[in-house]
């Protein structure tokens, strides 16, 4: 980034953690409240819901580390400081739960939850409009059930082979695949960054990864801002969040708009601290990719259809990624705002 882009940015975000009026004022306090909520329901909380709880305390200990000697950064060091202090033994608490409650879940995936499996970026860059997909999917290419398979022989608990970063030639095909959209899109990302993590030394990861990274976030930006025109209909609300959310972990700063801020921000249930309260659905689950995918190509060129055997696959992922618990919040929507959040605590 520009050192004037980067100053600008700085300075509009300045008051996140100085306290005074602006549209980063109160990111704290809501981080504070979101993690009180996680207190009060963790014994209801999924694996995926825990993730952005995950992301959050990866900011807070890197930050902490920052800012141990910076006098004017004292206050706020308390409170993030606070904040871990608070999450880790709530984090820790709720994978017990799951741990006796979705035993098969927690072996395949569970060493994504693990202390200091991410690290948090320690530069800056910007996504590269010109890396736009020339044309796009027009459904989700991506199922879950694909997604997770790939996602464990990485993590060493595949089927055929429980080598660690084994990557199957399925795999290396979808994973790399371009023109995918929604959560296809922001799944492909979530892939390699756990690879990385990982430490896998496949060439799809040591050699190709960033260019890909480059690739997924530039069109991840693009879904932002058209979900942005649109006004952030609740439907678009959940992919939009966890957009930022990984693409802030990949250290492109363009995500960390201050009036995405702000808006984040509003949808925050003042009552229970956490998100997608305020909106009424029918269903005891809400599946926002269903929707998401519906509406993104609408928003974007290209010509196709929603195939039957395409859409049953996205209608099976909602069951694993959302929950709307008892009071009425959303599991995923409330971890993946988190996740979103934390990244604007380092930009201040």
Request: charged share 20%; net charge negative.
């Amino acid at each position: 980034m520009p050192p004037a882009m980067l100053t600008i940015l700085l300075l509009s975000l300045s008051p996140v953690l100085a306290g005074s009026e602006g549209p980063g004022d109160g990111l704290i306090s809501s981080l504070q409240a979101a993690t009180s909520y996680l207190a009060r329901a963790f014994e209801d909380f999924n694996l995926d819901g825990l993730v952005g709880y995950r992301f959050l305390k990866d900011w807070c200990k890197k930050l902490l580390k920052e800012w141990e000697m910076e006098p004017d950064k004292q206050s706020q060091y308390q409170q993030l400081a606070k904040i871990v202090e608070d999450v880790s033994p709530l984090i820790e608490r709720a994978m017990d739960v799951l741990s006796q409650t979705d035993q098969e879940y927690v072996r395949d995936f569970g060493t994504i939850m693990k202390d200091d499996f991410w690290k948090p970026p320690g530069c800056w860059a910007e996504t590269d409009p010109s890396l736009s997909y020339d044309s796009i999917n027009r459904t989700e290419c991506l199922p879950l059930e694909m997604s997770n398979l790939c996602i464990m022989t990485i993590l060493g608990h595949g089927e055929e082979n429980e080598t660690t970063c084994y990557v199957p030639p399925m795999c290396r095909r979808i994973m790399t695949k371009s023109g995918c959209i929604g959560y296809s899109l922001s799944h492909q990302l979530f892939y390699s960054m756990i690879a990385i993590q990982n430490g896998c030394q496949d060439k799809l990861f040591q050699v190709e990864s960033q260019r890909n990274r480059n690739v997924f976030c530039a069109n991840m930006m693009i879904i932002n801002q058209k979900i942005e025109e649109e006004n952030y209909p609740f439907d678009q609300q959940d992919l939009f969040l966890e957009n930022i959310m990984f693409c802030g972990m990949c250290g492109f700063s363009d995500f960390l708009k201050p009036t995405w801020l702000k808006t984040i921000l509003s949808w925050q249930d003042p009552e229970t601290g956490c998100f997608g309260k305020s909106i009424s659905h029918s269903a005891g689950l809400w599946n926002p990719e269903i929707d998401s995918v519906s509406k993104i190509k609408d928003a974007l060129p290209g010509e196709g259809t929603v195939h039957n055997d395409q859409e049953n696959h996205i209608h099976r992922r909602v069951k694993r990624r959302e929950k709307r618990l008892t009071d009425g919040c959303l599991c995923h929507m409330t971890s993946v705002a988190v996740g979103a959040l934390a990244p604007f605590l380092s930009v201040c």
